[in-house]
């Protein structure tokens, strides 16, 4: 599958974007210690019905992009800038109770961890209807029926009886199809993802994403998928942002990214996948050092001190993101020779 | 959690402040891991490094240090000796029982003319000395059965933790109460045993529980797996990492006896020799004279409150500070 | 649930009887013991020892206890000998113990109502002014004495000032007794003078009694509100669009009301212990003044029901809170 097409009613090129997010800045500001930039003027954007990929070690700022459109940072002890623009609304600016009203409804978002991300004193059924009564203005009892059907649609067995149960007595996979039926109860038009599979087993995994993808195609829902792992993103996203430092580095369209990476970080990600058809024994290469080495973007590259190629002017002076024509853009000076 | 018996609820809370011990290693780890970064800077390095900067901490620390250095300096501060009946002839049953403030006797003094500034300043000994010992008991004995259940497993720590539920399930005032009813002759030393044994189930299952929640955590593992032996595990690994906790208990046990031993003393289970005061005492004994002379009750009142205060602040703030949960 | 229950009245029956072991024991240990309880110090050796007979305190101890345990199934728990001399010591304890619970419950209502709500609002404003006021409120309310704080609410507001009564359940008023509980009988026969009455003598022995269960109730609260509001499913819930109200009902006060609801138990069997201390102040006449003058006379047999009676309270209500918390958490329900 490419990453145009294939889906109905996908006229996507040419589509104003359903999201647009511009130099988004979130800086904590915390008492007594120096405020911290989290995410530092990222920009992207979402078309309907695309997949897009945030991705970075923990830390980049993948996590807090999301809540920060979502308007789910902590009212304190922090600043946000920028804009979100969705469908000609900017969200960081809305207020509180129209954002309310937006979310649940025109986006949604799934968390990490299914276990503490469900309520475990209200049965499934429940926390699934309770989205309908909110947005569709359902009574429970219509709501119900709809939330078995939705429950079926995430594929858990024996919906009827799920309704009533509680999340710990529910297996990891059934509480992440769960959580993903709540978030797609109002077919809402932005999915955000934020590492949905992270805490589950690898062959869970693979069912989700499978199911992720099946459920976006099949309504036409855009996704905004935050993950670590480049083989999550291998397999799902129309375009891909790689995040460092609060910043991106790298995008591109998945087949060229993952074809020719450019960014020193990109290819150190790759690199350090482990990969089935690889030579035997060849060692995985693990990207030195730990975001702890990070060097200001302001006056830097952050990344030169784990940098494979690093060149004088890494240190001495700030990358821009630099766009070319196809849709790639690229933050730095010494990047990775293209490959095709 | 499954609840084992009739008493779940208070162990429970023992024990959630005893699990504490067991996930600060994981949790400082999960910390470490994740934006900030500080290696090396171990769990009570960085406990003390908010301690020195919470002003609660830093109150409950200055009363603390004020009394303590009251009770050392203040048989020697003191205008008057706390035992003499120096203005007895002033005691008039009929009309005015309490001699009142005057020259060289700013507080006046009791129902027996002895004064009442130097009794509340020589007073802070007494009651300092309850407090400590009775902490000191108490301690002594919860962790001499904590260790011996932990330790031994089995039917020791079967027995030992069904003696320790069958105390927990007395309120524990009125355990008190009964103890110190049993003192053929009340004193000091009755007191103390009365107040600190209400202390021993409750110390015992803390450090139980929290040695048990640490026998399968990550550090205690791992120490098994390099062959350390099973006493040095004990106690090097898995000791300390349960004082925390039992630090905690202990300093608001501090404040818990003084005001208990006061309860004593107002139901006339205290030490019926004053002529060394105790704040608790002083306060029980003020009660027949109450409605005329309240001050002989308030001031060893807003002593005990004042000092209680102190000791709790100070709890409050380390538990808050070794709460892997709390640290950000 | 039905296992849970029969697991847990089983461990109870054995919690009790060891107690009642212990407190045989106990008594035998009382200085001076039932001898010179009933004859005082000055008794000759003689009459000791026909008396120390005639009770069968010259049998094994465990034919003692057989006997003692005998007696007190039989609600048979002597006679008193100071606190009400004469008086059979278990209805002294029956008659007495509606004035204690009626006194307990208010206390509670005060520290619940008050408790939670100020609980929420300082969690919801953690570390603002209005927050640390009442987290040092509630600190000071845990380091006061319960007696003098009853002397203090007693000498200012009804002795200085006389908005309250003194001391004592009710005025003078010649009101019918159906229960016992003063306001609800009051209320009973539509004598509702004599629940005003007994209203306004309750509100200061209320409070006494009630600060420290609200300050404990308050901090528990708070805390785990706070535990809460940090925790992924609130976020999620967030996430849905939900009202501010649902949020905060279903998903956050649900949750943080566990371990409230454990604390509230709790209490309520501390309050026994505390109510020795208040009773007294306010010469109120029920089980905990009972308690404190049978400690300071030494009156055996009243001592004897009295305690077994607070630990069988307490236990009891130790049960019906691990009920409650199996019926509010499927975590533990389900299991």
Redesign the interface.
């Known amino acids: 599958m490419t990453a145009t097409a294939t889906t109905p009613g996908s006229s996507r090129h040419g589509d104003e974007p359903l999201l647009s997010v511009r130099d988004l800045r979130v800086t904590f500001t ?1 008492q ?1 210690e120096d405020p ?1 930039t ?1 995410v530092d003027g990222v920009s992207f954007d979402v078309r309907p019905g695309q997949t897009v990929g945030l991705v970075g070690e ?2 980049c700022g993948k996590s807090v992009t999301s809540l920060a459109i ?1 308007g ?1 940072l902590p009212a304190r002890g922090n600043r946000v800038e920028g804009t979100a623009t969705f469908e000609g609304t900017d969200l960081l600016t809305l207020a509180k109770d129209k ?7 025109d986006i ?2 799934i ?1 990490q ?1 299914p276990l ?8 499934i059924g429940r926390q699934v209807t ?2 309908l009564e ?2 569709k203005s359902m009574s429970r009892k219509a709501a119900t029926p709809v939330a078995r059907e939705l429950l079926d649609r995430v594929g858990i067995p024996d919906p009827d009886r799920r309704l009533t149960d ?1 999340p ?2 529910l297996s990891g996979g059934m509480r992440q199809r769960a ?1 993903i039926a ?2 797609l109860a109002c077919e809402p038009r932005l999915l955000i993802a934020d590492e949905p599979t992270t805490a589950l087993d690898v062959t869970i995994q693979a069912q989700i994403l499978g199911l992720l993808k099946e459920l976006v195609t099949e309504s036409g829902t855009a996704l905004v998928m935050i993950t670590h792992d480049l083989g999550v993103v291998a397999g799902l996203c129309d375009e891909v942002n790689v995040l460092y430092g609060g910043r991106i580095v790298e995008r591109g369209r998945r087949h060229e990214l993952f074809a020719s990476p450019r960014h020193p970080y990109t290819t150190g990600l790759l690199a350090s996948i482990p990969r089935l058809d690889g030579a035997r024994g060849a060692p995985l290469t693990p990207i030195p050092g ?3 080495d990070n060097l200001p973007w302001e006056h830097a590259c952050a990344f030169a001190p784990r940098c494979s190629q690093p060149v004088d002017r890494c240190t001495e002076q700030s990358p821009e993101l630099e766009h070319d024509d196809g849709g790639r853009a690229l933050r730095c000076f010494n990047p990775v020779e293209a490959t095709s | 959690m499954t609840p084992a018996n009739p008493m779940t609820r208070r162990k429970d809370r023992i024990d959630d402040l005893a699990a504490t011990a067991g996930s600060d290693r994981a949790a400082a780890v999960r910390e470490a891991g994740s934006v900030d970064e500080k290696p090396g800077v171990s769990l009570i390095a960085s406990a003390w490094q908010r301690l020195r900067r919470s002003p609660v901490f830093l109150i409950g620390a200055a009363i603390t240090l004020v009394f303590v250095v009251l009770a050392l300096v203040s048989p020697l501060i003191a205008p008057h000796d706390p035992a003499a009946n120096l203005l007895l002839d002033q005691v008039r049953p009929q009309s005015n029982p309490i001699p009142g403030p005057q020259p060289g006797y700013p507080l006046g003094a009791d129902d027996v003319g002895r004064d009442l500034l130097s009794r509340l300043l020589v007073g802070s000994q007494q009651t300092l000395i309850v407090g400590v010992f009775a902490t000191i008991f108490g301690l002594t004995g919860g962790m001499t059965l904590g260790i011996l259940a932990g330790a031994f497993g089995g039917w020791v720590d079967s027995l030992v933790m069904r003696i320790v539920d069958v105390l927990l399930s007395i309120p524990s005032l009125l355990l008190a109460f009964s103890i110190a009813a049993l003192a053929t002759r009340p004193s000091q030393l009755t007191v103390i045993i009365a107040v600190a044994a209400v202390q021993v189930p409750i110390f015992a299952r803390l450090l139980r529980g929290s040695m048990l929640a640490q026998r399968h955590s990550d550090h205690v593992l791992a120490a098994r797996a390099l062959g350390v032996t099973e006493r040095a595990v004990v106690f090097r690994h898995m000791l300390p990492n349960s004082l925390g906790p039992v630090i905690v208990q202990s300093t608001l046990v501090l404040a818990v006896s003084i005001i208990d031993a006061a309860a004593l003393s107002f139901l006339g289970l205290g030490n019926p020799n004053d002529r060394q005061p105790e704040w608790g005492q002083m306060l029980g004994r003020a009660q027949p004279f109450i409605y005329d002379n309240p001050h002989l009750a308030v001031y060893p009142a807003l002593c005990i409150i004042v000092v209680a205060l102190g000791f709790t602040l100070m709890g409050e703030s380390l538990r808050e500070a070794l709460d892997p949960k709390t640290r950000r | 649930m039905a296992r849970f229950l029969i697991r847990r009245l089983l461990q109870m029956v054995l919690v009790v009887f060891v107690l009642s072991v212990m407190l045989f024991l106990w008594l035998r240990a009382l200085p001076g013991g039932t001898v010179s309880a009933i004859l005082g110090e000055r008794a000759t050796p003689e009459t000791r020892a026909a008396l120390t007979k005639a009770l069968g305190l010259d049998e094994p101890i465990w034919v003692q206890y057989g006997k003692f345990l005998w007696r007190a199934l039989h609600g048979d728990f002597g006679t008193s000998t100071r606190v009400l001399p004469g008086a059979d010591a278990l209805d002294i304890f029956l008659t007495r113990l509606p004035a204690t619970i009626e006194l307990s419950a208010f206390a509670l209502v005060f520290a619940v109502a008050l408790g939670i709500p100020l609980g929420y609002v300082a969690a919801r404003r953690a570390n603002s002014p209005v927050d640390s006021g009442l987290v040092i409120l509630s600190l000071v309310g845990v380091a006061v004495p319960v007696f003098f704080l009853a002397f203090f609410l007693k000498y200012q507001f009804a002795v200085d000032h006389n908005w309250f009564p003194v001391s004592g359940r009710q005025d003078n008023l010649s009101c019918t007794r159906i229960t016992n509980f003063f306001v609800l009988d009051g209320l009973l026969t539509r004598e509702l003078d004599c629940s005003a009455s007994a209203l306004k003598h309750l509100v200061l022995p209320s409070i006494a009694l009630g600060t420290i269960p609200f300050a404990v109730i308050f901090r528990i609260t708070r805390a785990s509100v706070l535990d809460v509001l940090g925790e992924d499913y609130v976020r999620t819930a967030e996430s849905k669009g939900l009202t501010a109200r649902v949020v905060r009902g279903r998903h956050v006060l649900r949750n943080a009301m566990l371990p409230v609801v454990t604390t509230i138990g709790l209490q309520t069997g501390l309050l026994l212990a505390g109510a020795v201390l208040t009773e007294k102040v306010f010469n109120w006449g029920g089980i905990g003044n009972a308690l404190a003058d049978a400690f300071q006379y030494r009156d055996y047999s009243v001592l004897q029901i009295l305690i077994l009676a607070a630990a069988l309270i307490y236990v009891v209500i130790n049960l019906l809170v691990d009920i409650s918390y199996a019926i509010i958490d499927p975590r533990v329900r389900t299991r």
């Open positions: 915390r007594g911290f989290a923990s830390g979502m789910l954002m309310r009203d937006r979310r649940g409804r949604a978002m968390f961890d503490s991300s469900l309520n475990p004193v209200v049965p309770e989205v909110r947005h509680y710990h007595q959580l709540m978030a730990s975001v702890a």
